[in-house]
């Protein structure tokens, strides 16, 4: 059932990111789409031939970035979220449980908040790298001070440092006065006006960390079964723990970095497919990153079309996604008591 569950979203994919760059405004067909993206990529202008200069540049100057940018975003999110269900053995554990994407938050609003000031224009996307960074410092820093990086400590951690950056976005928020949208559209996680060098900053290094989670993840099957039990069998745990978290927070911070805060991708699909078809981590990350990448890449589609406003697809992840968590965790919990 897994490989045809992979066989099934590596043919998804694909089509859904064709169907998506003809998705708008102006129709363009999948047959279309597909000559563009050969032609451009292989600088072939023959195949070009018969479809419009806006047409070319609607598909891949304003389309494409922003449709991969939701593809690496969600693929990261639903891997990050396999990460930390599995490393602090809690299925409702999801990216943001260590405060990673609240110190990202942080980095981000100051960033706007300085530029509105200012005649600076820094760059908001290094300003969340960079405090989404030393928020994992500060997480791992308090945890060792305890009995040392277990799950309670680092998810204590996480809580406090996470209260603590919330209350700075809150007071940013409340000094941007009339700015106030520009951060508050952020923070609500949007895909908009991405570009190819949103892409180049986002896909290098989450296809890396992807990569080396899913070589490591036998050691990450057996960090599930906790200190004990991965001690025994060989294992590092305190290296291994450390490796997990850095590559969890890692691609978490640049999907946070780019596209804001995007909620219950990381939380729904690996919690749903490790209870539906395996809770083998090394089928289960390639799995939660072809499922998170479509679900995202959908959930964009969606906002592009509802309305005459650009909605943040954050607020409709999270409003969909919440809802139907709340479905499945009753339904399995009734099961259980039967």
Same mark, same amino acid.
């Given at each position: 059932?897994?490989?045809?569950?992979?066989?099934?979203?590596? +043919?998804?994919?694909?089509?859904?990111?064709?169907?998506?760059?003809?998705?708008?405004?102006?129709?363009?067909?999948?047959?279309?789409?597909?000559? #563009?993206?050969?032609?451009?990529?292989?600088?072939?202008?023959?195949?070009?031939?018969?479809?419009?200069?806006?047409?070319?540049?609607?598909?891949?100057?304003?389309?494409?970035?922003?449709?991969?940018?939701?593809?690496?975003?969600?693929?990261?999110?639903? !891997?990050?979220? /396999?990460?930390?269900?599995? #490393?602090?053995?809690?299925?409702? %554990?999801?990216?943001?449980?260590?405060?990673?994407?609240?110190?990202?938050?942080?980095?981000?609003?100051?960033?706007?908040?300085?530029?509105?000031?200012?005649?600076?224009?820094?760059? %908001?996307?290094?300003?969340?790298?960079?405090?989404?960074?030393?928020?994992?410092?500060?997480?791992?820093?308090? !945890?060792?001070?305890?009995?040392?990086? +277990?799950? %309670?400590?680092? #998810?204590?951690?996480? #809580?406090?440092?996470?209260?603590?950056?919330?209350?700075?976005?809150?007071?940013?928020?409340? %000094?941007?006065?009339?700015? +106030?949208?520009?951060?508050?559209?952020?923070?609500?996680?949007?895909?908009?006006?991405?570009?190819?060098?949103?892409?180049?900053?986002?896909?290098?290094?989450?296809?890396?960390?992807?990569?080396? !989670?899913?070589?490591?993840?036998?050691?990450?099957?057996?960090?599930?079964?906790?200190?004990?039990?991965?001690?025994?069998?060989? /294992?590092?745990?305190?290296?291994?723990? +450390?490796?997990?978290?850095?590559?969890?927070?890692?691609?978490? !911070?640049?999907?946070?970095?780019?596209?804001?805060?995007?909620?219950?991708?990381?939380?729904?699909?690996?919690?749903?497919?490790?209870?539906?078809?395996?809770?083998?981590? =090394?089928?289960?990350?390639?799995?939660?990153?072809?499922?998170?990448?479509?679900?995202?890449?959908?959930?964009?589609?969606?906002? =592009?079309?509802?309305?005459?406003?650009?909605? $943040?697809?954050?607020?409709?992840?999270?409003?969909?996604?919440? $809802?139907?968590?709340?479905?499945?965790?009753?339904?399995?919990?009734?099961?259980?008591?039967?």
């Amino acid at each position: 059932m897994c490989c045809l569950t992979i066989a099934a979203l590596c +043919v998804l994919l694909p089509l859904a990111l064709l169907f998506s760059a003809g998705l708008g405004a102006m129709s363009i067909s999948a047959k279309d789409v597909a000559r #563009i993206l050969l032609g451009k990529l292989s600088g072939s202008e023959g195949l070009l031939q018969g479809i419009s200069a806006g047409g070319i540049s609607v598909v891949f100057e304003l389309r494409l970035p922003r449709i991969l940018c939701a593809a690496f975003t969600g693929a990261a999110l639903a !891997a990050a979220g /396999v990460i930390f269900q599995a #490393i602090l053995q809690n299925p409702l %554990a999801d990216p943001y449980t260590l405060g990673i994407s609240t110190g990202a938050a942080f980095g981000a609003t100051l960033a706007i908040f300085l530029n509105m000031l200012t005649a600076l224009e820094l760059p %908001a996307p290094l300003f969340a790298l960079l405090f989404a960074g030393l928020t994992l410092i500060a997480v791992l820093a308090i !945890a060792n001070r305890g009995a040392g990086i +277990v799950k %309670a400590n680092l #998810i204590m951690a996480g #809580i406090i440092l996470s209260a603590i950056l919330q209350a700075g976005v809150s007071f940013i928020k409340m %000094a941007s006065g009339e700015n +106030v949208g520009a951060i508050v559209f952020w923070l609500m996680g949007s895909l908009s006006g991405r570009s190819w060098g949103d892409v180049l900053l986002i896909a290098p290094p989450i296809s890396a960390a992807l990569l080396l !989670a899913f070589v490591f993840s036998r050691d990450l099957n057996l960090l599930s079964l906790g200190s004990r039990g991965a001690e025994s069998l060989g /294992v590092n745990v305190k290296r291994a723990r +450390v490796f997990y978290l850095l590559l969890g927070a890692l691609i978490t !911070a640049f999907s946070v970095s780019v596209c804001g805060i995007i909620g219950f991708v990381g939380l729904v699909v690996p919690h749903l497919l490790r209870f539906s078809v395996s809770s083998d981590n =090394r089928l289960l990350l390639p799995l939660a990153s072809l499922a998170g990448a479509l679900l995202l890449v959908l959930a964009d589609d969606a906002v =592009r079309l509802v309305g005459t406003g650009e909605t $943040p697809v954050g607020a409709l992840t999270t409003l969909l996604g919440g $809802p139907f968590f709340i479905y499945i965790f009753i339904k399995r919990n009734g099961a259980a008591r039967e």
